[in-house]
């Protein structure tokens, strides 16, 4: 409960809101050296609290509904992209390059899971687009670490040298990011407060007609966009044509989502049409990325009053690092998450991508508080979260508690099953539960770009 009032109260929320969550605690959930059981909770618990606040103002209700936390969930839906299954069959998660090697003096850990990345590193490397495994290794294997991280880096790939906690807290960018607090939120602009319709009937959906334009991808962005369509949000995820994306990670971040493809530089009408009506902006790019579409938070505040925009990045938009790519696997490895959970002959990993589903649950929350707050103070909205202060959070700020005495028995209690455009799917419940709101999405995921670029 700790963690959840301090995340709540960055948020802004009402001190006293936090005793209305409770926790179900499971023995061996999220088992980890660090406290990733306690991170979940704080993360899903403080998304859930904003969500029951949200329905509680729009249902005209004096009271906050109830919230439920409970570790068989959160221990699920962390790895849900480990669990969906297509027509029986399991999905497909890191390619052969994205792994840890041993270089010259350490380790070094790879992401080569798109053909660009791994084109990227095998060009920083000066190998063939055939590479073996075993070649990569062997070219690894005879360089420094941080001489790879620069040299993979400079050609637009991603490959990040491992570094311990106390190495990392040296570092320029670690720095910076400490001195940020855990989600940035501010506003932009004036705007006449947010009106919205009261809401009834058998579920609590509090973000029902509120459009999310939804520009993320890979996980931490799409669980927050996803959780938010939970919700009751229009949500209307829009990728480049040309950009590839892996199937099974856009099904399993897809549930009560649509799906279209635009191109933001030759079809900037469409985009046009589609943020005139959109109350959030969801962004998942590297940071300044889409500042030459006029997609920079003021740009879009200016030419939409009253507009949310959510910013996601690795590691921040701040620091020496701020324009570069990241994902989960490199930022627990640049942070020494990764050498705290191996061991001095290998290096480790979190039980779940905790950092990518956390924040994902972390920024929800922060767009669900965002529009609380636009009902009586107006405005437009900027939250930014970044996955390298997330473990900072981790690494020096989340409290581990006590366990308690029910057994963490396995993750069917906490999976269904239905039909889709793409097969039957088996699949991760969202684990954030308040008393009368939703127990599962609307509709399941289609397939990328199925959709028209308009709202439904």
Request: glycine fraction near 10%.
């Amino acid at each position: 409960m700790t963690d959840i009032k301090f995340v709540w109260s960055v948020l802004g929320g009402d001190p006293a809101l936090p005793s209305r969550v409770s926790t179900v605690v499971r023995e061996g959930a999220l088992d980890a050296r660090l406290p990733v059981r306690e991170l979940a909770r704080a993360c899903v618990g403080t998304c859930t609290l904003a969500a029951a606040e949200l329905a509680a103002r729009r249902a005209g209700r004096s009271q906050v509904p109830e919230v439920r936390v409970d570790d068989g969930a959160l221990a699920t839906a962390f790895v849900s992209e480990r669990h969906l299954q297509i027509d029986g069959r399991a999905p497909v998660t890191f390619a052969p390059l994205s792994r840890f090697w041993r270089t010259a003096d350490g380790w070094v850990r790879t992401h080569a899971n798109y053909p660009h990345h791994r084109a990227r590193l095998l060009d920083a490397l000066g190998l063939s687009a055939g590479a073996s495994v075993e070649t990569v290794a062997a070219a690894l294997a005879e360089r420094p670490a941080k001489d790879v991280e620069d040299a993979v880096y400079a050609t637009g790939g991603l490959a990040v040298a491992l570094r311990t906690a106390k190495e990392w807290a040296a570092h320029e960018q670690a720095v910076a990011v400490a001195d940020r607090p855990l989600i940035e939120h501010e506003r932009l602009g004036t705007a006449h407060a947010r009106v919205l319709a009261p809401i009834g009937g058998d579920r609590l959906l509090p973000a029902a007609g509120v459009r999310v334009l939804d520009l993320t991808r890979v996980i931490a962005g799409p669980v927050a966009t996803r959780t938010l369509a939970l919700l009751g949000a229009d949500v209307l995820r829009v990728d480049a044509p040309r950009l590839p994306e892996l199937p099974d990670q856009h099904a399993d971040t897809g549930f009560g989502k649509r799906s279209a493809a635009l191109d933001l530089a030759a079809d900037r009408r469409t985009f046009e049409e589609l943020l005139a009506t959109a109350d959030v902006v969801v962004t998942g790019y590297r940071p300044g990325a889409l500042d030459r579409f006029g997609l920079s938070p003021e740009a879009l505040a200016e030419r939409r009053p009253g507009l949310v925009v959510a910013q996601l990045s690795a590691w921040g938009a701040y620091g020496p690092w701020a324009e570069r790519r990241g994902f989960d696997s490199l930022v627990q490895v640049a942070t020494g998450i990764a050498a705290i959970e191996g061991t001095p002959e290998q290096p480790g990993a979190l039980p779940a991508q905790a950092l990518d589903h956390g924040t994902g649950y972390l920024l929800a929350a922060a767009v669900l508080r965002a529009l609380t707050e636009q009902l009586e103070q107006g405005d437009s909205r900027v939250v930014r979260l970044a996955l390298a202060r997330t473990a900072h959070w981790l690494l020096n700020g989340v409290e581990r508690q006590g366990v308690g005495d029910a057994a963490h028995a396995g993750p069917d209690a906490w999976l269904a099953e239905r039909d889709s455009a793409l097969g039957r799917l088996r699949y991760a419940l969202p684990p954030v539960s308040f008393e009368g709101g939703p127990v599962d999405w609307a509709r399941p995921p289609g397939a990328l770009g199925a959709d028209s670029a308009r709202w439904g």
